[in-house]
């Protein structure tokens, strides 16, 4: 396992660097333009770097890309602090553009999709990853939370006190940004919706995980590699409404 792919410790994320990197390498080859948005810590962007690719990186959290760059390694990677917005004023085009957990975090994801569309070549693709917003984690997991933060009542603030004793910083091995919550929750149909609404067809679907990384089964998942790689491999048998994310690759629609 390379280095950059060890930065991502859970299978699950490791299936979606390799639905990425598959998507991408099926279709071109190295030296293909590649435009990582919302790029955080650059872990993508950077493994995509090391296949050969010429990859520009843009996130808006200088923090993520203060991160991305000290650890860069590849000349053909670079990083930007930069929207989208201001990228397409540029005209650049490119061969892939990879919006990769993202688009939950954003008020109004068809606008940003309306961009990528204008950045990507005729040809191209973009790849979306997103949780399942109906999926387990999601329901079980990062709404209630949510929920019980928005009340602020004493679930919320014993929540606050157990993160703290356990080290947890608010920040992941994927973004150093400041905020990263949910602010979209996303089924099958919606994307199906979102696509067609923006010009794109979905033309490759995968599945992420099921229950790994749902409490209390993360407690046990996360120091047992290969029961993560087995709820990945469940999550592939079940239907697409158990997933708990979504890997998609997207054609402008002609």
């Known amino acids: 396992m390379s280095e950059i792919t060890q930065e991502y410790n859970r299978a699950a994320d490791q299936k979606r660097l390799q639905f990425i990197t598959d998507a991408v390498s099926s279709r071109f080859a190295p030296g293909a333009s590649i ?3 919302g790029c955080g810590n650059g872990v993508i962007s950077r493994h995509l770097g090391g296949k050969g690719f010429q990859v520009l990186g843009i996130d808006v959290s200088p923090q993520s890309i203060a991160r991305a ?5 590849n000349a053909n990677t670079r990083f930007e602090v930069k929207s989208a917005e201001e990228l397409v004023a540029s005209g650049a085009l490119f061969d ?11 008020q109004d994801p068809d606008a940003l999709l309306r961009v990528l569309y204008q950045s990507l070549k005729d040809d191209g693709i973009l790849i979306v990853t ?14 209630p939370v949510l929920a019980m933060r928005e009340s602020n009542g004493w679930a919320w603030k014993l929540i606050v006190k157990l993160k703290k004793s356990m080290g947890y910083s608010g920040t992941t091995v994927q973004s150093a940004a400041d905020n990263l919550d949910h602010v979209q929750f996303f089924s099958r149909n919606d994307l199906q919706r ?8 979905i033309v490759r679907f995968g599945k992420a995980n099921f ?31 158990m997933t708990g994310g979504f890997f998609t690759v997207w054609e402008k629609h002609k």
């Open 96 to 106: 892939v553009v990879i919006c990769s957990e993202v688009l939950e975090h954003l």
């Open 211 to 241: 229950l790994e990384d749902v409490f209390p089964f993360s407690f046990i998942t996360k120091k047992l590699p290969a029961l993560q790689r087995l709820d990945c491999k469940i999550a592939d048998l079940l239907p697409a409404g």
């Open 194 to 201: 979102m696509s067609a609404g923006n010009r794109f067809r």
């Open 35 to 37: 435009l990582d948005v």
């Open 69 to 73: 760059n000290e650890l860069n390694r």
């Open 130 to 143: 997103v949780p399942n917003g109906n999926g387990p984690r999601e329901l079980l997991v990062t709404r």
